[in-house]
């Protein structure tokens, strides 16, 4: 079975989406400093635009994010821990998943999600690397 199969399962999606929502919620929440200010208040003011866009925006990739994700979980193999393997290929793993999000935001009608996407990019590669051992943790609760 896939990671794209188990993960959209119809009985397992919703709870992965509100997971990895909730990591992208923690990960934010410990963000540090000038740039993690700057982070906090982009999320800020998209989420005051739509309070919901982070589930939306997950349930929306999750089969991109999936199908991304794919090869790292072939070559992982179901041994050790996901997350620490993801961070492991950390520049790997982080250049697919932003793919994912690069296309997404390119493809957006609505100018303040691109504004914010935008304003953020440039740090992206590492702050989805400081995601990695979390997602992975998720995804392998899922997944296994």
């Given at each position: 079975?896939?990671?794209?199969?188990?993960?959209?399962?119809?009985?397992?999606?919703?709870?992965?989406?509100?997971?990895?929502?909730?990591?992208?919620?923690?990960?934010?929440?410990?963000?540090?400093?000038?740039?993690?200010?700057?982070i906090k208040a982009g999320y800020a003011a998209v989420r005051k635009f739509n309070p919901t866009v982070t589930t939306?925006?997950?349930?929306?990739?999750?089969?991109?994010?999936?199908?991304?994700?794919?090869?790292?979980?072939?070559?992982?193999?179901?041994?050790?821990?996901?997350?620490?393997?993801?961070?492991?290929?950390?520049?790997?793993?982080?250049?697919?998943?932003l793919a994912v999000t690069d296309k997404r935001a390119a493809a957006t009608d609505r100018e303040p999600l691109r504004?914010?996407?935008?304003?953020?990019?440039?740090?992206?590669?590492?702050?989805?690397?400081?995601?990695?051992?979390?997602?992975?943790?998720?995804?392998?609760?899922?997944?296994?």
């Open positions: 079975m896939t990671l794209s199969e188990t993960l959209l399962a119809a009985d397992r999606r919703p709870q992965v989406v509100t997971d990895l929502a909730a990591v992208i919620d923690a990960e934010v929440k410990d963000k540090k400093g000038l740039s993690g200010a700057a939306d925006a997950t349930n929306r990739m999750l089969p991109e994010v999936a199908t991304a994700l794919q090869p790292f979980w072939e070559d992982f193999a179901g041994s050790g821990d996901f997350g620490a393997y993801l961070a492991g290929r950390g520049d790997e793993a982080a250049d697919a998943l504004r914010a996407y935008k304003g953020l990019r440039g740090k992206a590669k590492d702050n989805v690397k400081q995601a990695l051992p979390r997602l992975g943790k998720v995804i392998q609760q899922y997944a296994s």
